[in-house]
């Protein structure tokens, strides 16, 4: 039986209830995390300070005694500046949520939370801020469990299987004053079952120095099924930054190219950028071939807004953090509302992602662009029409 790959990372939980300090340490020891507790901000400080550089991720509740978790991100930001923290709260207040995104919060994790939601925060959390600490954490693993070629090996096989057994699911994004179609956004899927999870085969591509060659097949996978659909349909297709660096993307060997205007590349891992040179001209590149880009993510922390300046993007996709319980939220109906205005102040069209009911919906038509998520269509491997809500 193939065994799970783990994060190699550490994660530090902050709470004053002993109870969810055990069910986060349940929950993420069991996705591979290396767990430190605290019980409230100023032991969360005092973990931080000891455990340096080592932490990948702080998941902090924000009303707790002696130091609450407002207070913790002021004062972590003076010992680390972009260690990514999730704060957990019930309902924030408007003023708590400007403070927390200013000292760098990625996004509240609402209470009562499910446990793959957690897990799935968290992973996403250190992914994508924190790419180079997790690389670190591995190195260190690697070399304290004497890991050599034969895990490599082991590694490059589950990832070849991967790719092999690799294909698309294609999800609507609708206009949201009709709900007409848009466009489809493409997802890759595979069926091995080690690395059935996207952020954990990216997680192996970069270990393995192979992101391009992901980049690749999405790419290829892409262009088959778009050839066979509708001239007028567009896509939104992800496409990680150290994909920049692969030279087939600026090449008539880039088989998007045909369809350059009719595609929307999708930015994630937007913290890579600021490891890589000449982005700007690359992307201006990309531009003058006719693609279009996204960033998405946009409300789960400072590097998010940092990015509309970088990459000026035409779409903007807002962190679905922000969408969930929205109905019932006035602090998060507010920030939706500023940042949309933003957004469109730049000239960027903004979509709403992870709408899943009809009462979300409604709350967004009159602040965004674009929306998606299951209640207009779940992934699927065919060009689904969107489905039509009640």
Not at 26 to 33: A, D, K, P
Not at 310 to 319: G, M, N, Q, T
Request: hydrophobic share 45%; net charge negative.
């Amino acid at each position: 039986m193939t065994s799970p790959l783990r994060h190699f990372g550490k994660v530090l939980v902050i709470d004053d209830d002993s109870s969810v300090r055990a069910l986060c340490k349940q929950v993420l020891s069991r996705e591979g995390w290396d767990v430190v507790l605290a019980e409230n901000g100023q032991e969360g400080v005092d973990r931080v300070r000891e455990a340096g550089s080592d932490l990948d991720c702080v998941v902090s509740d924000v009303n707790m005694p002696v130091l609450d978790g407002y207070g913790f991100l002021r004062a972590v930001r003076d010992l680390d500046g972009d260690l990514p923290v999730l704060l957990m709260t019930g309902e924030p207040g408007l003023d708590g949520a400007v403070e927390a995104i200013d000292h760098g919060a990625i996004s509240y994790l609402a209470k009562p939370f499910h446990a793959e939601r957690l897990a799935a925060a968290v992973a996403h959390a250190a992914r994508s801020h924190g790419v180079a600490r997790m690389r670190r954490r591995a190195m260190a693993f690697s070399e304290a469990h004497d890991l050599g070629a034969e895990d490599r090996s082991e590694l490059e096989r589950r990832f070849r299987r991967a790719i092999d057994a690799r294909w698309l699911v294609f999800q609507p994004i609708v206009h949201a004053a009709t709900g007409a179609l848009h466009a489809y956004e493409a997802l890759l899927r595979t069926s091995e079952a080690s690395l059935q999870r996207p952020d954990v085969l990216i997680g192996v591509a970069e270990r393995l120095g192979r992101v391009p060659e992901l980049g690749r097949a999405v790419r290829h996978a892409a262009a088959a099924v778009a050839s066979a659909a509708p001239p007028a349909t567009r896509f939104f297709i992800n496409l990680h930054p150290l994909e920049l660096t692969d030279e087939e993307l600026f090449t008539s060997a880039n088989p998007l190219v045909p369809i350059a205007s009719r595609v929307v590349l999708e930015l994630t891992e937007r913290a890579r950028l600021e490891t890589l040179t000449d982005t700007p001209r690359r992307i201006a590149m990309l531009r003058a071939m006719g693609f279009r880009f996204a960033i998405d993510d946009l409300g789960a922390g400072y590097a998010g807004l940092g990015s509309l300046a970088a990459i000026e993007p035409e779409v903007v996709k807002l962190d679905m953090a922000l969408v969930r319980d929205i109905a019932t939220n006035t602090t998060k109906r507010r920030i939706v509302a500023a940042t949309a205005n933003l957004c469109r102040e730049l000239g960027s069209q903004v979509v709403a992602e992870g709408i899943e009911t009809n009462e979300e919906r409604d709350v967004l038509v009159g602040h965004v662009d674009l929306l998606q998520g299951y209640l207009f269509g779940k992934p699927q491997r065919e060009l689904a029409a969107p489905l039509t809500p009640p």
